[in-house]
């Protein structure tokens, strides 16, 4: 073999290294997806189960409701239309329980199967389960950990380095083939020469016309190049967006949490009053059911404020290359 077909083999060798780099890189985005989807359908599902007990309750209170809108109408206290509305109301209620256990039965046969479980598999999750707070750095060392660490941009850059090998492998096509050669020799036919000898020695050859298959080899692997320097430019600049906007969420939804927390502390006195007031007989069974079933909502809305923010945090680890598991 021609000696200078090393220097080929070792660009070779490179791309090839580049290429189980890049496996492995693919390897922990696919790990990072399944996670950070695990996480994602276990929040919904709880929230799910907040948002049905909260229209459970809220049912619980239109039927409350119909019930002393048909007396008030029988009595002649209030119109006809009053327990109408009273009854549409019940049904809505119905229609948003409904459409909350499909939506949570759909949740725990996608978890399932993300879990590589049946479908079928049923799920007894821990209702007092609260979001996980999750460090994140600030914003512009966000930025950096993400041009640093990302895994999409480690997998373009080593890209970029197997184009930089084939590069180098079509410019040492240009190499001429050097091969060395030994022999060892007998010879009886001169009397005044050994009879045992070896020769060594090298030969040259280089190919001068090869109907610009190089040259062409040689342009292709400097296009590849190029497209991999192009992505890694375009993948920086949208990871630098795209960490922008996630923070940019989390401050929103840090105030969402905020209102939120006021706004259970709200419901809860009125709820507590509601109940001093139906004891005193000052307030109607309805208007005590109602300040439950609006406490229960303010209760779901809190949580999916709480999740919303953890999964946010979660995203921008993952951007940055420090998906927590």
Same mark, same amino acid.
């Given at each position: 073999m021609p000696l200078t077909q090393l220097f080929r083999i070792h660009q070779a060798n490179v791309a090839a290294k580049q290429d189980v780099l890049v496996a492995q890189t693919q390897l922990d985005q696919t790990q990072d997806a399944v996670a950070l989807q695990?996480?994602?359908?276990?929040?919904?599902?709880?929230?799910?189960?907040?948002?049905?007990?909260a229209s459970k309750e809220q049912l619980v209170a239109a039927s409350v409701k119909d019930t002393e809108s048909r007396s008030d109408v029988t009595r002649g206290n209030a119109l006809e239309i009053a327990a109408i509305q009273s009854e549409a109301n019940i049904l809505q209620a119905q229609q948003q329980s409904l459409t909350l256990k499909l939506q949570g039965d759909d949740l725990r046969r996608r978890l399932a199967d993300l879990l590589g479980l049946p479908i079928s598999t049923r799920f007894d999750l821990d209702a007092a389960t609260t979001a996980q707070n999750i460090d994140i750095p600030l914003r512009a060392e966000a930025v950096r950990l993400?041009? *640093? %660490? /990302?895994?999409? &941009?480690?997998?373009a850059r080593r890209t970029l380095e197997?184009?930089?090998?084939?590069?180098?492998?079509?410019?040492?096509?240009?190499?001429?083939?050097?091969?060395?050669?030994?022999?060892?020799?007998?010879?009886?036919?001169?009397?005044?020469?050994?009879?045992?000898?070896?020769?060594?020695?090298?030969?040259?050859?280089?190919?001068?016309?090869?109907g610009g298959r190089r040259e062409a080899q040689l342009r292709e692997a400097r296009s590849e190049v190029r497209s991999a320097e192009v992505a890694i430019d375009k993948l920086q600049s949208e990871l630098e967006v795209e960490v922008e906007a996630v923070y940019d969420r989390i401050e929103e939804l840090?105030?969402?949490v905020d209102v939120a927390e006021q706004a259970v502390k709200v419901r809860t006195e009125a709820s507590r009053l509601a109940d001093r007031?139906? *004891? %005193? /007989?000052?307030? &109607?069974?309805?208007?005590?059911?109602?300040?439950?079933?609006d406490l229960s909502s303010a209760n779901a809305s809190l949580i999916e404020a709480n999740f919303g923010l953890s999964l946010a945090q979660a995203d921008l680890k993952r951007t940055i290359g420090q998906m927590p598991r």
């Open positions: 695990v996480r994602q359908l276990y929040y919904n599902i709880l929230i799910n189960q907040q948002r049905l007990q993400a041009l *640093e %660490q /990302n895994q999409d &941009l480690r997998a197997k184009a930089k090998a084939g590069q180098s492998a079509a410019k040492d096509a240009y190499i001429p083939d050097l091969t060395a050669i030994s022999r060892y020799s007998y010879q009886s036919g001169v009397p005044f020469l050994v009879h045992n000898f070896g020769t060594f020695g090298f030969a040259v050859s280089y190919d001068l016309f090869d840090k105030l969402t007031q139906f *004891e %005193q /007989n000052a307030a &109607l069974n309805s208007a005590r059911s109602q300040a439950h079933a």
